[in-house]
């Protein structure tokens, strides 16, 4: 399994900008289907977008049009880049990675969005 490692959480005002970033370790990272989740105090994880092998994106609906995932498979990283952030964005964001059968999930970051 591919190991996952979040980095760039933290506190944000309302209307701010960050930009998470995941690193993974292996050599095959260009084939695995990336995917940025988040899970809120007392709610379950939820799906917020996916990169593919082709970088062909996927986003929930909530975060259309603010948030953008990209990939940079010489370095082995994915990024979560968001902007016009929202107290409801606050979350745990935890990075994921799927090869056919197989999954890896990261530890999480943390992102509060508060003035």
């Known amino acids: 399994q591919v190991q996952l490692v979040e980095s760039g959480g933290g506190l944000v005002q309302p209307g701010g900008s960050l930009r998470l970033s995941c690193v993974a370790s292996?050599?095959?990272?260009?084939?695995?289907?990336m995917g940025w989740y988040r899970q809120a105090p007392g709610k379950q994880r939820e799906l917020v977008g996916i990169?593919?092998?082709?970088?062909?994106?996927n986003y929930q609906n909530s975060v259309k049009g603010r948030f953008t995932i990209s990939r940079d498979n010489a370095k082995n990283t994915v990024y979560l880049q968001m902007s016009s952030l929202q107290p409801e964005d606050t979350a745990v964001y935890y990075c994921?990675?799927?090869?056919?059968?197989?999954?890896?999930w990261g530890q999480g970051t943390q992102v509060t969005v508060s003035s």
């Open positions: 994921n990675a799927k090869l056919f059968l197989t999954q890896s």
């Open positions: 292996g050599s095959i990272f260009s084939r695995y289907t």
């Open positions: 990169i593919t092998s082709d970088s062909s994106t």
